[in-house]
Structures are given as C-alpha cells and as structure tokens.
C-alpha cells in the first residue's frame, strides 16, 4: 500500500475522534475557509458570480451528511430546495449536489427518495441539475437504488450519479446502469475503505478512473471527471479529442479552492469547468476528507489550529 493511501486511512480514523473534531471547529474555521465558500446561502451565490465571473459554472453543496433524525433530514431538504430556488433567480446553470445521509438515507431509502423527489421538483422547475454524491460503500447500494428509482422508474433526467474508481465493484455498477445513459461524475473516492472494497494502489485507481469515465462517454452518457489530477485530466481529453466527442458531453469538475490555475485554463481554452462549491456550518468532515488527501495539509492544520 502506498504511503499516502495509508496516511489517507490513518487521518480519516483520528478525524473521527471527538476531542479533535471539538478542537479543530473552535479553531479551525480560519482554515477551512480555503475550501469553504462561507457559511450562508448569500456567500455561496456571491462565491458562484465570482466563479462565473472567470468562466466557470458552480457545483453548490449545502454541507451536512449522516442526520440521525427525520426532521434535521427534511430542514436540510427544505434549505437545498431553498439554495435551488435562489440559483433560479441566476443567470447561470443551476447545479447542486446532494448527499444523500444529509437527507435521510441512514433512516430509510424511501425517505431519501421522497426527500430528494422534492429537490428534483425544484430543480426541475429552474431547469436544474442535482448530482447525487457517493458515500462510503456501505452505502453504495442504497444510494445507487435510491438514484435509480428516481432516474429509471419516475422518469427524472435532471438527476445524476458520483461513481469511486477505488471500488472494486463501480465497474460492474457502470454496467448495470449504462442502458440509462447516466450522468455521470466519476471520482477516485474520498472515504477509509477495506482492501476487501477498494483497491488500495494508485496506479489500479487510475486505471480503472480513466476505464470508467471513457466507458461512460462511449456509452453516451454526459460525463465529469472529479479530479485535480492533471495527467488523468489530459489523458480523458485526448481521448475524448480523439473519438470525437464533443465537448459538450463532457466536463472537469474540481472542488472550490483547489488547482485554480488548472482549472481557469480549461475554462479559458473553452471546456466546461464547474467548482463543487461547499458552503454551511457543518464542515467538518468535509474538511477532514480535505486535509486526509494531502499529506502536506496536515502541517498547516496542525500549525493553525495549535496557534489558535
Ligand atoms: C468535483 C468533485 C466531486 C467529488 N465528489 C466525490 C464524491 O461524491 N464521493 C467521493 O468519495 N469523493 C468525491 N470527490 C473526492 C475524490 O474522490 C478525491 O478524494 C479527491 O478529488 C482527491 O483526488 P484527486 O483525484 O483530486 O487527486 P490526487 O491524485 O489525490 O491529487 C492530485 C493533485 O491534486 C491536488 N489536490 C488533491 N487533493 C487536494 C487537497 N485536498 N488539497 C489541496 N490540493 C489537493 C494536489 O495538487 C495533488 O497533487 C470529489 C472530487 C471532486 C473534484
């Protein structure tokens, strides 16, 4: 296993402890801002005009995850509907994206249906687009289904789906859901997983990140890389160049504050770039999931929070 595969799991564990987690909310803010758009809906949209402002279009993610209660479950759904809604009143696309345990998923798939049915209603009514985050993998399959019955059963084409190229499993998901054209944001995978999950090695998670995003675009699906790695990056747009795909049936989604270089020179030279844009109180693990994917981040965290 590699060393930064291995720092990854070691700091997802110690993130989970609540001494920590205590310290780094009362002192960590200042930090988290460089991945954080703010903490209300009015810092987001002022976040998503300056992007715009550069040529790249926003990803907007009210952060939250895992409620253990119906009613933060629907307060969370009542204030996507509401950030949906305030997108409608921008003259850019309107896109948001939703965990699924922040609307109820861990209490029911039914209830994450129904809640994430009404956010598709709003998006739905400001031409919106909601893309469905993937979680750890004991959630693969409820999240996979509860997607599904949405997109195949009642019909929603505004909904897409995040599948991990560390699971060993996302191959044969892709091709269970191919039939549907899927759209589609294909991601290495942020979560501590088992060897027995996902693979473990860069060098597979990188294959198998480039299989399934060509897949998918071979497919005809509308497909998005979720990466800020450039050697992936060139390589899907090669390929894409080479097959002929339009340029339309593909973009680079990165997350807020992270290669800005990189991404306003895609934009520049004409691809669609959009920033998954995270804004809210509840950043913690967000956060965490930040500073567990680069060793480097460690230091600066442990700098500031320590210096208060
Ligand atoms: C738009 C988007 C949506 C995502 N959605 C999901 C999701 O639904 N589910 C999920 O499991 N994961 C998601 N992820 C996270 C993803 O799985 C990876 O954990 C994360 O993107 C790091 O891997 P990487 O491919 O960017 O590059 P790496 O190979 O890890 O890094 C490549 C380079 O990118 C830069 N970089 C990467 N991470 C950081 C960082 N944290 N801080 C500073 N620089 C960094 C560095 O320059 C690094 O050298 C998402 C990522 C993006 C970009």
Redo the contacts with the bound molecule.
């Keep these: 296993m590699e060393l930064n595969l291995t720092y990854r799991s070691l700091l997802l564990g110690v993130a989970g402890q609540k001494w920590l987690e205590r310290l780094v909310r009362t002192r960590g803010w200042r930090l988290a801002r460089r991945y954080v758009a703010g903490d209300t809906l009015e810092e987001a949209l002022g976040a998503v005009q300056k992007l715009e402002e550069e040529g790249i279009h926003s ?1 907007v993610d009210l952060l939250g995850e895992m409620v253990t209660s119906e009613e933060q479950a629907a307060g969370y759904t009542a204030e996507i509907v509401r950030l949906t809604r305030a997108l409608g009143g921008l003259p850019y696309p309107r896109w948001v994206s939703v965990k699924l345990t922040q609307i109820g998923l861990d209490l029911g798939r039914e209830l994450a249906r129904q809640n994430l049915r009404r956010i598709l209603d709003a998006a739905r009514a400001v031409e919106g687009v909601v893309q469905v ?3 750890d993998s004991p959630r693969t399959d409820a999240t996979l289904w509860v997607w599904r019955t949405l997109r195949e059963e009642e019909g929603y084409e505004n909904v897409g789906i ?1 599948l ?1 190229s560390y699971l060993k499993r996302s191959p044969a998901d892709l091709q269970e859901i191919l039939h549907l054209k899927p759209n589609l ?1 294909v ?5 501590k997983e088992p060897a027995e999950a996902a693979w473990q090695d860069r060098p597979t998670i990188n294959r198998q990140f480039l299989q399934l995003v060509k897949t998918n675009l071979a497919g005809g699906g509308h497909t998005a890389t ?4 450039g050697r ?1 990056l060139e390589e899907v747009r090669r390929w894409a160049e080479a097959a002929g795909i339009g340029r339309e049936r593909y973009e680079f ?3 807020y504050g ?2 800005r270089e990189l991404k306003r020179d895609l934009a520049r030279r004409g691809y669609t770039v959009r920033d ?1 844009l995270p804004y809210g109180a509840d950043w913690y693990p967000y956060f965490s ?3 567990a ?2 060793p480097e ?1 460690l230091l600066f965290v442990l700098r500031g929070v320590l210096q208060g």
């Design positions: 990803l985050d993937m979680e995040v991990q944001r991601v290495k995978g942020a979560y979720g990466s800020h790695d992936l989604q990165f997350l992270i290669r998954y999931r930040r500073i994917e680069r981040n």
